[in-house]
């Protein structure tokens, strides 16, 4: 594997990177990392998350680098019954970060004084998908309809769910995505976590190529009813501006074809709102040209 590995990495263009590939951790060595994904689904509660175990004392639930993902579908559910549900879990690990839908803001200090955990309030941001795909793009930013129209003539797009996304895969966009930040910042169990998670059906991967160029990546974790944009990338070397438009419309049409609700594309600490930096802003502003809905939800962590 380790030459299959040494064969497909740019060795010329990006030495450090080709070096990170070959030696930061081998496929073979993914026995170590240790990942388990939850779900568990029932008339009043929808909870997916990873739980990623590191030796015998570590361990932490999430849903790759957000948050796991936990939905009170009935709002006459008991708030004794949500403490029920969720304290086994809770209590198996040493580390949460969980984001709690449809929970009435008077439960919330009282839930999380009863789990002995800790919380903070995030604005969230999303597409709402239980429209038709014609009028969720009436919604868009109006700029970003020519954009994804032009990426969509002059792209090739490739998505991955289910088996089909290989190890082969994995190494492509993580050789991309070290070369649009100029460096690799992404642990390697962060990304087996998130190849376990498309080859499961929890999330899944989009390719937007170019002239048979590899210019986009991007992947989404998924549960029963909701989607997260994880992450995202861009060839450093290719300047036009519609990659990612294309990338996130791609995205929300493939949400909509599994049958999910919403799609949150940012997420950002309440507290922490108008003290971005001009990259966070940016950032956040080109995804709200998509995300037109949002709300304050508590997010609980340990």
Not at 23 to 34: D, E, I
Not at 41 to 46: G, I, K
Not at 55 to 76: D, T, V
Not at 139 to 163: C, D, M, P, Q, V
Request: hydrophobic share 35%.
């Amino acid at each position: 594997m380790t030459d299959e590995l040494d064969r497909n990495v740019s060795t010329n263009i990006f030495p450090f990177i080709a070096r990170e590939v070959r030696n930061y951790v081998t496929f073979r060595q993914r026995q170590k990392y240790k990942f388990e994904i939850i779900d568990q689904f029932n008339s009043d509660f929808d909870l997916v998350a990873d739980v990623y175990k590191l030796g015998e004392s570590k361990s932490f639930i999430s849903l790759g680098e957000q948050p796991a993902f936990f939905n009170i579908r009935n709002s006459e559910t008991d708030i004794y019954k949500t403490q029920n549900f969720l304290k086994p879990f809770i209590d198996a690990v040493t580390g949460v970060e969980l984001l709690v839908f449809g929970i009435k803001k008077n439960d919330v200090d009282w839930l999380a004084d009863n789990l002995k955990i800790r919380y903070t309030n995030w604005e969230i941001s999303y597409v709402d998908l239980t429209d038709n795909l014609s009028n969720i793009k009436k919604n868009f930013r109006k700029r970003y309809k020519s954009l994804i129209n032009n990426g969509l003539r002059a792209l090739h797009s490739e998505i991955f769910y289910g088996e089909n996304m290989t190890e082969k895969q994995l190494d492509k966009f993580r050789e991309l995505h070290a070369r649009a930040a100029g460096r690799v910042t992404r642990k390697m169990e962060t990304w087996l976590q998130q190849l376990k998670q498309i080859r499961e059906k929890y999330g899944f991967c989009v390719f937007l190529y170019e002239n048979n160029t590899l210019v986009n990546a991007t992947l989404v974790s998924c549960g029963r009813g909701g989607a997260y944009y994880q992450v995202g990338a861009n060839h450093p070397d290719f300047k036009t501006n519609y990659y990612s438009h294309t990338a996130i419309y791609l995205c929300i049409e493939f949400c909509k074809k599994i049958g999910l609700d919403f799609l949150v594309l940012d997420q950002v600490k309440k507290q922490f709102v108008d003290n971005l930096t001009d990259k966070e802003k940016s950032i956040r502003h080109f995804k709200l040209g998509f995300a037109r809905s949002s709300v304050e939800l508590p997010l609980f962590f340990k």
